[in-house]
Structures are given as structure tokens and as C-alpha cells.
């Protein structure tokens, strides 16, 4: 028997390493992707209709997708708001940015999250996550930090946090439905169920025309 442990590979995103990105969309899910309250999607419990659909899949997208929750992987396929896909690509194809998770949905694995961005081509351009929800350590960060005392939703705090990780991102807005204000004034969009068309083309003069980062 080997003394030594077998070395797990670290998943590595599409979309490249944050150490290399410099323009970032901290992307909120549900109530900018995914209508919140009035989605809704019933499962099929008939296993030949379930397999029918990840064949499909597995033939449209090269993965595997029966791995994982039928629910989250439908809810993906067909809830997902098509025009507001298509606006976070223009985003991103603009601007040359990259996805950074922010939303809840980053308790999903990131191999999961990359497979579930896949069906509508967005993996190539997600490289991370913000970190976890951890509220001891974002209370101790208001502790530390008198600035972050002023910002009530931990969200905030969790993507400051990050900017001050990767100081080679030059760029950045938080695409959310909850209000980052305070603490994110001018790197901020605000949706409301969907993200419009108008809301992409402030985003791409965010990333466009960011005078520094915020303190």
C-alpha cells in the first residue's frame, strides 16, 4: 500500500485563472437569469423521459449532466431567461470580462456550476467564485474593517473582499437583485427579475470607464 495519498486534481474553470482577469462581472442568478416567484417546473419521475432528456443533452453539450439534480439541471435548461443570457453575453463579449459567482448558487461544486453554465455557453467565460457564505467571518471582517460596519448586506463585503484578493482586476460591476448600496456605488446594477438590455449597456460602461476601486 502507497504511503502517500493520491493527489486530487483541483477543477480549473473554462474560463481561465482570476490571477489573470482583468474586467469582472460579480454575477448574481436568481432575479437576474432566473425570474424569482413565478418560475416554476415540474420533474418527470418517468426514467425513459428523464434519459431522453440527458441523452439530448449529453449529445447537444458533451456532458454528463445526469450526475447531478434533474431540477437544478432543468431549471437551468429551460427557466433560465434566454434574453437576459444573451445580455450578460454582450457584457462580457464587450468588455473582454470574466464571471465571478456571487450568488447563492456558488454552494453548487464549481465543475457542477461550469457543467450547468455550459448549456447556455457561459462556462468559457466563468474562472471563480466569491467566498462561501460564512457569517462569523464576515461579522469579524465588520469588526476589523470600521468601513464595512456601513454595509448591511454581507454580499458587499464578501466581493470587496475579493477585489482586495485580486488587485489585477482593474474593472468590475456586481450584476444583483438584492441592493449592494452602500458599499458598491457606481460598480453596481440593480435588476429587477431580468436583465434588460439597458442594464447591459450600463454594465459595459461600468467596465469600460472605472476610475479605480473603491477603499
Request: with cysteine; aromatic share 12%; charged share 25%.
Amino acid at each position: 500500500m502507497s504511503m502517500f495519498k493520491k493527489q486530487v486534481a483541483k477543477f480549473e474553470p473554462v474560463g481561465g485563472r482570476p490571477e489573470d482577469a482583468k474586467k469582472v462581472v460579480f454575477l448574481d442568478i436568481d432575479g437576474v437569469l432566473l425570474p424569482v416567484g413565478n418560475a416554476h417546473i415540474d420533474i418527470s419521475d418517468d426514467h425513459v423521459v428523464l434519459e431522453k432528456f440527458y441523452a439530448h443533452l449529453r449529445k447537444k453539450f458533451g456532458v454528463d449532466y445526469s450526475a447531478y439534480s434533474a431540477m437544478d439541471v432543468m431549471t437551468v435548461y429551460y427557466l433560465w431567461d434566454r434574453d437576459s443570457v444573451a445580455n450578460l453575453k454582450e457584457i462580457l463579449d464587450e468588455t473582454g470580462a470574466k464571471i465571478v459567482l456571487s450568488s447563492s448558487w456558488r454552494i453548487f461544486p464549481m465543475r457542477k456550476m461550469s457543467d450547468l453554465f455550459r448549456i447556455h455557453g457561459l462556462d468559457k467565460y466563468y474562472i471563480d467564485n466569491t467566498i462561501r457564505e460564512d457569517f462569523r467571518y464576515i461579522e469579524q471582517l465588520r469588526k476589523d474593517n470600521p468601513l464595512y460596519k456601513n454595509y448591511y448586506v454581507d454580499r458587499v463585503i464578501e466581493i470587496l473582499e475579493y477585489i482586495k484578493k485580486y488587485p489585477n482586476i482593474k474593472d468590475y460591476v456586481a450584476i444583483d437583485d438584492m441592493n449592494l448600496i452602500p458599499g458598491l456605488e457606481n460598480h453596481f446594477i440593480h435588476t429587477h427579475q431580468l436583465l434588460t438590455v439597458e442594464q447591459a449597456s450600463l454594465a459595459i460602461g461600468i467596465l469600460s470607464n472605472c476610475e479605480g476601486l473603491m477603499a
